[in-house]
């Protein structure tokens, strides 16, 4: 039987978890359509003080403002609520969204001249598997399944998806895991 | 005379290291494969499930075995390369003859195996059968390791054989011997899930087993308090509920402390201890001087946390103890490890759902590879080869006099040492780079240099290959059908995915060629990986891993079965010790009394500082696999000296700056990675780059009485800036090192 993409899936990231062995990244280089790049990025926060790392994958945000200030519409969001990384028949790799998003998540890839950013792992969740990083990921940092399948897992956390920056406040789909009752993360 | 036959560098050129990367396209055949098979990482203990993708005899690619219960799909970065170890330009496919001044030239496997059996015959009719030794490794299935330790004392008749196993997990196999009669883990991993306080000694997880991490955070997700001892902060202790940053080397001084609290505030399983376990009393007064205060002073943690951790660890209901080789490589090794068990019997907790206690295995099949005969004093079941019942037991089922097997040989160090004695002449060696992995290594290069003859079966020339005089190609993990045992003690199926490569063959099938020319046949004439395994059974049946029940079909249609299983109708035993019958001759669990002592190579005012090694996410062991997978070398480029802000600044040691570390053994020169998360008295090293960049040029060959595993984890060093800065980030070519 055809698996479609899974309207109640999410995706979760919980930053407590990551241990920076960076196979998220190992495993989203392996997707042909990227070229070997990676779309998601494990750095570490200071190392000479910690080891702790941070995971950063799009946040495929519900009013994407890299789709907004795209001047070629080369960026656009699907009925599922996925962000698609830039159409390359149109981005002309002018960086607006580089700039633009809160999250500093597409990165210009000067060597093809283009945007390049997650795309959910399109190519399995459409046809309802799991995005790559999440489903190798060891320690569970990312999760991708119900809301209640994460929440039986993780009685003490919370997903949020309200971020505010400043003034703005911005809703995504993809959550992160904060302490137990947290609605919202302030960011600036 | 196993000496290089030309200059390192030119062998370098033609047989690698060499990196291998994905097609930035997309590896052909990945999208249509012609199968995929489900079977397991290569790479560590956890033996993830995996599935592998191949397409015209050749690996193109992988994908999450989401059903497998222990990993659900989860990988760690070498997991998600480790295709890539297929289709590598360096694998060897052609016999080769150590040729000086011409290299490795390619010969006949008809000549290669001529050669071998000619010198092993002159070595032993010159020299005596024991003067041809046996090195083998635990990448090596249930079935390949069990067939080497009947070709060492079946066709080789020598009692030197050992395996890498020696550098690994020995020191917890002895411990869990004494105290409870058997070497296996007590539970599988889910009973982590809801432990209530879980201790992690020794065991910087989320670099060597990452998988496992999962089930750590998913305790802790359910409340788990969780207690990490290890020098550095290591991921797992970042978040950790304690962290006990003690000085490597002194862990039965913190475990003796915690035992002595335990009996001070009658945090104690009297029941327990009274009905299952013999010498409590003797125990516990070897501890009753260990205070906290003595334990600050000893260990260097502060002895409010100790006091925290052992309060916790008494007062628990359910719990966990983990440990690996950050507590066993030490000459007190078996000590350690006792005296971690000896806080687990006081508790009571175990034996029960979400009470275990366990080593993790650290090599692919560490666990079964210990099991079946595979090292100098063992016999299949996990039997003692000096003992006469077991020795007639095992001779009846090779069809041999028992006066004619072996006896005891050398440990893998011992065996170095042997050489350089003269007392033994020829090697073969099998998935084993010890110019890598044995401490002091250029006495280990040494003593190849000094052998008569040298034969090697690997898959890629690692830089003991080098040293060979004929040179076998053998078989990866995917290309020969078997069993592995888990870390959990958990025997699951690997499956054959390729065939080797044209002109290499399969592992077993050159065993079996060299028995049969050393006219042995008729005792190797297996059909197919399954008979060795029912040979295995039968061999292991009534030792203490007894796998007799255990069939491949059980294996697959249970996705793997725990040992002991003595019976076809046995479902294996996924929990040790339910019932309280311990394998011990008494039937009970044993405490036994454990002093501190100091380490061996202690600090002084010329070598003021401690010297530990370890390793990193990206790479496996000695690196012979994954120095030679790109991303994974890029990951991790080159070893840092990791060492604190504090002793870099007494010492004027800036970032990056290149460091000699000196120790009685040697010199080498790292450049210096200063950061916070470790202890101010001691450096750290990751041991897998060979050559001038390898940490065990450094440390001590200085051995556990017992176990024979050496006091890698604590060397004394002193630390001189050159002023020199050659850090170049991710292109340095220390993966090649000479």
Redesign the interface.
């Known amino acids: 039987m055809a698996e479609y993409y899974k309207l109640q899936e999410e995706f979760f990231v919980d930053m407590?978890?990551c241990?920076?062995?960076?196979?998220c990244?190992?495993?989203c280089?392996?997707?042909?359509t990227n070229?070997?790049e990676s779309m998601i990025h494990v750095n570490y926060v200071d190392?000479?003080?910690?080891?702790?790392?941070t995971v950063q994958v799009c946040m495929h945000c519900e009013d994407p403002v890299c789709a907004n200030v795209c001047p070629a519409d080369a960026i656009t969001k699907d009925e599922f609520g996925v962000v698609h990384t830039a159409n390359t028949s149109r981005c002309i790799g002018c960086s607006n969204c580089v700039m633009a998003c809160p999250f500093g998540v597409p990165k210009k890839m000067e060597e093809y001249d283009l945007m390049m950013k997650c795309n959910m792992c399109y190519d399995r969740t459409s046809v309802g598997k799991?995005p790559?990083c999440a489903?190798?990921?060891?320690?569970?940092a990312l999760f991708y399944g119900t809301r209640e399948e994460i929440q039986a897992?993780?009685?003490?956390?919370t997903p949020i998806n309200t971020f505010l920056f400043g003034e703005e406040t911005v809703k995504t789909k993809v959550n992160l895991m904060m302490p137990k009752g947290s609605t919202e993360l302030r960011v600036l | 005379m196993a000496k290089l036959p030309l200059p390192a560098e030119q062998i370098i050129d033609e047989f690698g290291p060499h990196l291998h990367?994905?097609d930035?396209?997309?590896t052909p055949g990945?999208d249509e494969p012609d199968k995929i098979v489900e079977t397991h990482c290569c790479f560590c203990g956890m033996q993830c499930g995996i599935k592998l993708l191949a397409k015209n005899n050749k690996v193109v690619?992988f994908e999450?075995w989401?059903e497998f219960p222990f990993?659900e799909?989860?990988?760690?970065?070498k997991?998600?390369?480790r295709y890539l170890q297929d289709n590598h330009p360096d694998r060897l496919t052609s016999p080769l003859i150590n040729t000086p001044g011409k290299g490795y030239v390619p010969t006949s496997w008809d000549a290669a195996m001529e050669k071998t059996v000619a010198e092993i015959r002159r070595i032993q009719e010159t020299y005596g059968h024991d003067a041809f030794a046996v090195l083998s490794g635990v990448s090596l299935s249930n079935e390949k390791s069990y067939m080497m330790g009947k070709f060492a004392r079946v066709a080789l008749k020598t009692k030197n054989l050992d395996y890498n196993g020696r550098l690994c997990m020995v020191s917890a196999g002895a411990g869990n011997k004494k105290a409870f009669g058997l070497d296996r883990t007590s539970n599988n991993y889910s009973d982590l899930a809801y432990a209530e306080v879980i201790i992690v000694t020794g065991a910087n997880v989320?670099?060597t087993f990452?998988?496992l991490?999962?089930w750590l955070?998913?305790a802790r997700?359910?409340?788990a308090k969780i207690i990490v001892v290890d020098p550095r902060?290591?991921?797992?202790?970042?978040?950790a509920d304690i962290h006990l940053d003690i000085r490597p080397g002194t862990d039965s001084a913190l475990f003796g402390a915690i035992l002595n609290y335990m009996v001070q505030h009658d945090l104690l399983d009297h029941e327990f201890i009274d009905n299952y376990t013999s010498g409590f009393d003797e125990t516990i007064a070897a501890v009753k001087d260990y205070t906290l205060a003595w334990a600050e002073e000893v260990t260097g943690a502060k002895k409010e946390k100790i006091e925290a951790a052992a309060k916790l660890w008494g007062k628990a209901s359910t719990s966990f103890l983990l440990h690996a080789r950050g507590i066993e490589h030490h000459t007190k090794g078996v000590e350690n490890v006792l005296s971690c068990i000896n806080i687990v019997l006081a508790s009571g907790r175990i034996g029960r759902p979400y009470c275990g206690y366990g080593t993790i295995t650290g090599q692919g099949n560490g666990q079964g590879g210990r099991e079946h005969g595979h090292k100098c004093d063992q016999l299949p079941g996990n039997r003692d080869i000096e003992n006469p019942v077991h020795r007639k037991y095992i001779s009846d089922v090779w069809g041999i006099d028992e006066k004619d097997l072996p006896g005891k040989g050398l440990t893998a160090y011992e065996i170095i040492d042997a050489i350089h004695r003269d007392e033994i002449k020829g090697l073969i060696s099998i998935c084993f780079n010890p110019l890598v992995s044995l401490p002091n290594n250029n006495y280990v290069r040494a003593a190849l240099e000094k052998l008569e003859f040298y034969v090697g079966i690997d898959f890629f020339m690692s830089e003991t290959m080098r040293h060979c005089d004929v040179i076998l190609p053998g078989s990866l993990h995917e290309e020969e059908e078997g069993t592995v045992t888990t870390a959990e003690g958990r025997v699951v199926r690997i499956r054959k995915v390729v065939d080797p490569p044209a002109g290499a063959r399969a592992d077993s099938e050159i065993i079996m060629e060299i028995a049969r020319r050393l006219g042995v046949g008729d005792k190797f004439s297996y059909p197919d990986s399954e008979a060795i395994f029912n040979e295995l059974r039968i061999a292991s049946k009534g030792g203490t891993a007894d796998y007799y029940g255990i069939t491949y079909e059980k294996i697959e249609k249970n996705m793997g079965i725990f040992w002991p299983c003595p019976e076809l109708d046995h479902p294996g035993t996924p929990r040790l010790w339910e019932d309280r019958k311990f394998k011990t001759a008494d039937g009970k669990a044993h405490f036994n009394p454990v002093k501190y002592h100091p380490s061996m190579d202690p600090t002084d005012a010329e070598y003021p500082v401690i010297l530990t090694t370890g390793r990193v996410?990206?790479q496996y062991l000695s690196g012979t696999q994954t120095r030679r997978i790109g991303?994974l070398v890029k990951?991790f480029a080159q070893p840092f000296l990791e060492i604190h802000?504090v002793l870099a600044k007494t010492l004027g040691i800036s970032?990056y700056e290149d460091v000699r570390v000196v120790t009685k053994r040697g010199d080498a020169v790292f450049p210096a990675?200063?950061?916070?998360?470790i202890r101010e008295d001691t450096v750290f090293l990751p041991y897998h780059w060979p050559g001038k960049k390898s940490a065990n040029q450094l440390t001590s060959a200085f051995l556990d009485p017992i176990s024979k595993i050496p006091e890698f984890k604590v060397s004394a060093c002193k630390l001189i800036p050159t002023g020199n800065h050659s850090y170049i980030g991710n292109d340095a070519l220390d993966y090649q090192s000479i």
């Open positions: 407590q978890r241990i920076g062995c960076k196979a990244e190992a495993a280089a392996e997707c042909e070229g070997q190392r000479s003080t910690t080891i702790q790392t799991k790559m489903t190798v990921c060891p320690s569970g897992k993780r009685p003490n956390s | 990367f994905p930035p396209e997309g990945r690619g999450p989401m990993n799909g989860r990988l760690c970065p997991g998600v390369q989320s670099e990452p998988t991490t999962y955070w998913q997700d359910n409340g902060e290591i991921p797992l202790a970042r978040t996410v990206s991303k990951q802000p970032q990675n200063i950061v916070e998360t």
